[in-house]
């Protein structure tokens, strides 16, 4: 039987353009989750498939990358499969497992795979690092301006307010002030240390 297997990253939308491919290509039943894609033990339905395919049946994905983020992984979960007797193929690159070729070659795409994604992750950081240089702020905007963080602070100090207190002072989450305070204590400690 052809069993497959569909993921989405949590920043993505659905798995339909996946399960759409499986579907055409004859696959009868699709394990399919929206998780990232780290380890098995985060993806129930992945571990759910490893544990009941059985000799005969064939796991089909559409690309290599939704089953595994690394080749060591990939490697681990094909050796899972064709422990349980199965056979493994992927739409998108063409590999079947059932030929000596096309082990090999499996091998090889997911090694190009895993280091396209270093090569996007390497990039990533570079770019980072420069809009940091250029001054950009990374992450997501404060709750509360510098001028009311400031005051916030201030107030927090004289031990009159709590943090929920000051959250619907500056219509504002608990956490918010929970942060705050944090980045407070952060800039302090180099001034401290700096000063002696």
């Known amino acids: 039987m052809l069993v497959g297997y569909a993921r989405v990253s949590t ?3 659905e798995t339909h353009a ?6 055409a290509a004859g696959v009868g039943f699709i394990f399919s989750e929206k998780r990232s894609g780290g380890s098995t033990s985060k993806r129930p339905a992945l571990e759910e498939m490893l544990t009941k395919i059985g000799p005969g049946d064939t796991v089909v994905v559409y690309k290599l990358d939704r089953i595994a983020r690394s080749l060591k992984d ?3 979960i094909i050796e899972r499969i064709e422990a349980a007797g199965a056979q493994f193929r992927s739409l998108t690159e063409h590999i079947d497992t059932r030929s000596p070729a096309g082990r090999m070659i499996f091998q090889i795409v997911g090694a190009f795979a895993e280091f396209e994604r270093e090569l996007i992750r390497e990039r990533t950081k570079v770019g ?3 809009a940091a240089r250029r001054g950009v ?4 905007p404060t709750a509360m301006s510098e001028e ?3 005051e916030a602070m ?3 100090f004289t031990g009159q307010h709590t943090k929920s207190s000051l959250a619907r002072r500056y219509g504002t989450h608990i956490s918010s002030i929970k942060r705050a305070i944090k980045r407070y204590h952060a800039r302090i400690q180099p001034d401290l240390l700096n000063a002696a």
């Open 148 to 150: 009311d963080e400031a």
């Open 154 to 156: 201030r107030l927090w």
């Open 137 to 140: 702020k990374m992450g997501r």
């Open 11 to 13: 920043q993505e939308q």
């Open 128 to 130: 980072m690092a420069a």
């Open 18 to 23: 996946q399960t759409d491919a499986l579907q």
């Open 74 to 76: 990939l490697l681990i």
